[in-house]
């Protein structure tokens, strides 16, 4: 098998839920146990820190891998979804993992992941937990896929567990109601490991409280106890920051970090929280903080998340994929300098499209379009939806061929957003340099 070849093994050979949605979900971990078994448990090699939730756990978890090796840990972190390569998934110290030992894993595999009818989040958690054991990682970042407590991640006991926040998504899998998603989420807690919730809706508190008093958990809200308040200093387009209270204390003064978008301000406060537990059992210096969080994209990989890609016009990526995302995110676009706002959209066809439709500005112009994945809405269905509330605008087959579009009818001075969906996003940055 080639790289080539092993890829098509994992995304043709067996279904994945980014790509076929409900078909490839599994209701119990039994298959993530067997392999895990078959390779030796490997995920009792490392420390592990896990991180939940709705929205935000992908930049948690960025800023805390960044955060980690800038103390001086061997990193390992696992993430999804990908944007161009499967190996963003699986990162230690940032650097993907080698084309090579993918193929080596699933050769070497192959048979046990047939015989057991792996899925691919199976397979891709496996290689992810052996990878970190052969690399000999000090502690790796473990992000959850959809839900928490039948995620195939969730056979480790981390140091800390984390649950950003809760919102509507998923619901066909994981709750038609936030009191059900909570509940699957708070699945993570382990007895006796201390769970940091970053934000928390009022009705889904005490679905949090009851699950740490059954696990005699600690829980730290750090809504709570941290704050960010934006820094109204020139740090410069590529770089924002944060004035830090602490118990209503200054804690940390301008502390800056590469990721943009406002909603990172909700995120960071997460992440000194996670530290402040984590300091018991690993050497974290204020230093490390800033050192790291400055800057993320350079030592993570970090990619998708209110990207700035091109400066005139202003073009602007953002991977948020749910109401609860897109409402973080739009006020901050609507308020983006710039003459015309040109937004090139797509979505899946298992959202509550409507919630997310509502929070859309009418002034844009709109560019509507699909990933390349089977779970895309149609390009021509999504128009027609987003008409009912006076959203007006084109469609395309393609992002590319919508982005070509929204180029040619943009000026120096417009601001183009390309959104969501994280698979429009992805489409958009492969094609991006040919387009």
Same mark, same amino acid.
């Given at each position: 098998?080639?790289?080539?070849?092993?890829?098509?093994?994992?995304?043709?050979?067996?279904?994945? !839920?980014?790509?076929?949605?409900?078909?490839?979900?599994?209701?119990?971990?039994?298959?993530?146990?067997?392999?895990?078994?078959?390779?030796?448990?490997?995920?009792?090699?490392?420390?592990?820190?896990?991180?939940?939730?709705?929205?935000?756990?992908?930049?948690?978890?960025?800023?805390?891998?960044?955060?980690?090796?800038?103390?001086?840990?061997?990193?390992?972190?696992?993430?999804?979804?990908?944007?161009?390569? #499967?190996?963003?998934?699986?990162?230690?110290?940032?650097?993907?993992?080698?084309?090579?030992?993918?193929?080596?894993?699933?050769? *070497?595999?192959?048979?046990?992941?047939?015989? &057991?009818?792996?899925?691919?989040?199976?397979?891709?958690?496996?290689?992810?937990?052996?990878?970190?054991?052969?690399?000999?990682?000090?502690?790796?970042?473990?992000?959850?896929?959809?839900?928490?407590?039948?995620?195939?991640?969730?056979?480790?006991?981390?140091?800390?567990?984390?649950?950003?926040?809760?919102?509507?998504?998923?619901?066909?899998?994981?709750?038609?109601?936030?009191? $059900?998603?909570?509940?699957?989420?708070?699945?993570?807690?382990?007895? *006796?490991?201390?769970?940091?919730?970053?934000?928390?809706?009022?009705?889904?508190? $005490?679905?949090?409280? *009851?699950?740490?008093?059954?696990?005699?958990?600690?829980?730290?809200?750090?809504?709570?106890?941290?704050?960010?308040?934006?820094?109204?200093?020139?740090?410069?387009?590529?770089?924002?920051?944060?004035?830090?209270?602490?118990?209503?204390?200054?804690?940390?003064? $301008?502390?800056?970090?590469?990721?943009?978008?406002?909603?990172?301000?909700?995120?960071?406060?997460?992440?000194?929280?996670?530290?402040?537990?984590?300091?018991?059992?690993?050497?974290?210096?204020?230093?490390?903080?800033?050192?790291?969080?400055?800057?993320?994209?350079?030592?993570?990989?970090?990619?998708?998340?209110?990207?700035?890609?091109?400066?005139?016009?202003?073009?602007?990526?953002?991977?948020?994929?749910?109401?609860?995302?897109?409402?973080?995110?739009?006020?901050?676009?609507?308020?983006?300098?710039?003459?015309?706002?040109?937004?090139?959209?797509?979505?899946?066809?298992?959202?509550?499209?409507?919630?997310?439709?509502?929070?859309?500005?009418? #002034?844009?112009?709109? !560019? #509507?379009?699909?990933?390349?994945?089977?779970?895309?809405?149609?390009?021509? &269905?999504?128009?027609?939806?987003?008409?009912?509330?006076?959203?007006?605008?084109?469609?395309?087959?393609?992002?590319?061929?919508?982005?070509?579009?929204?180029?040619?009818?943009?000026?120096?001075?417009?601001?183009?957003?390309?959104?969501?969906?994280?698979?429009?996003?992805?489409?958009?940055?492969?094609?991006?340099?040919?387009?």
């Amino acid at each position: 098998m080639n790289y080539s070849d092993t890829l098509d093994f994992l995304y043709s050979s067996l279904p994945m !839920y980014q790509r076929i949605g409900k078909a490839a979900y599994k209701s119990d971990l039994e298959t993530t146990v067997i392999l895990d078994e078959h390779l030796g448990n490997p995920h009792r090699s490392f420390k592990t820190i896990h991180i939940a939730g709705t929205n935000g756990k992908g930049s948690v978890s960025h800023m805390l891998a960044a955060v980690l090796q800038s103390a001086g840990y061997k990193t390992g972190l696992y993430t999804s979804p990908h944007y161009i390569d #499967f190996r963003e998934r699986i990162r230690v110290n940032g650097n993907m993992v080698d084309e090579q030992y993918v193929i080596d894993f699933i050769e *070497g595999n192959k048979d046990i992941l047939i015989d &057991i009818k792996a899925s691919f989040f199976e397979m891709t958690v496996a290689m992810a937990f052996k990878y970190f054991e052969d690399e000999d990682v000090d502690v790796a970042v473990i992000e959850t896929g959809m839900g928490g407590r039948l995620d195939s991640t969730n056979i480790i006991t981390p140091l800390v567990s984390v649950i950003t926040n809760i919102g509507l998504d998923h619901t066909k899998y994981l709750g038609e109601t936030v009191e $059900e998603i909570a509940g699957e989420k708070a699945g993570i807690i382990k007895p *006796g490991i201390p769970v940091v919730i970053g934000h928390a809706r009022t009705e889904v508190r $005490e679905i949090f409280e *009851g699950k740490t008093r059954e696990m005699r958990s600690e829980m730290y809200f750090a809504e709570e106890n941290y704050m960010a308040k934006s820094a109204s200093h020139d740090n410069g387009e590529n770089m924002q920051g944060f004035d830090i209270s602490r118990h209503g204390e200054i804690f940390m003064k $301008e502390l800056l970090t590469d990721l943009l978008g406002d909603y990172q301000a909700f995120n960071i406060i997460t992440v000194l929280q996670l530290i402040e537990l984590l300091k018991s059992q690993l050497e974290i210096s204020k230093v490390a903080v800033r050192e790291g969080l400055m800057n993320v994209r350079g030592l993570t990989g970090f990619k998708g998340r209110w990207q700035i890609i091109r400066q005139s016009p202003m073009v602007i990526c953002d991977s948020g994929h749910n109401a609860d995302g897109l409402r973080m995110s739009i006020p901050q676009l609507i308020r983006m300098k710039g003459k015309i706002l040109h937004i090139i959209l797509g979505l899946v066809n298992d959202k509550d499209i409507g919630s997310i439709l509502s929070l859309l500005p009418v #002034f844009a112009v709109y !560019y #509507f379009t699909r990933a390349d994945i089977p779970r895309a809405l149609n390009q021509d &269905i999504l128009m027609a939806e987003a008409a009912k509330y006076s959203l007006k605008g084109n469609s395309y087959p393609s992002v590319i061929e919508a982005y070509k579009s929204a180029m040619d009818n943009a000026d120096e001075k417009d601001t183009i957003f390309v959104g969501g969906s994280s698979f429009v996003v992805a489409d958009f940055l492969k094609g991006y340099d040919i387009a």
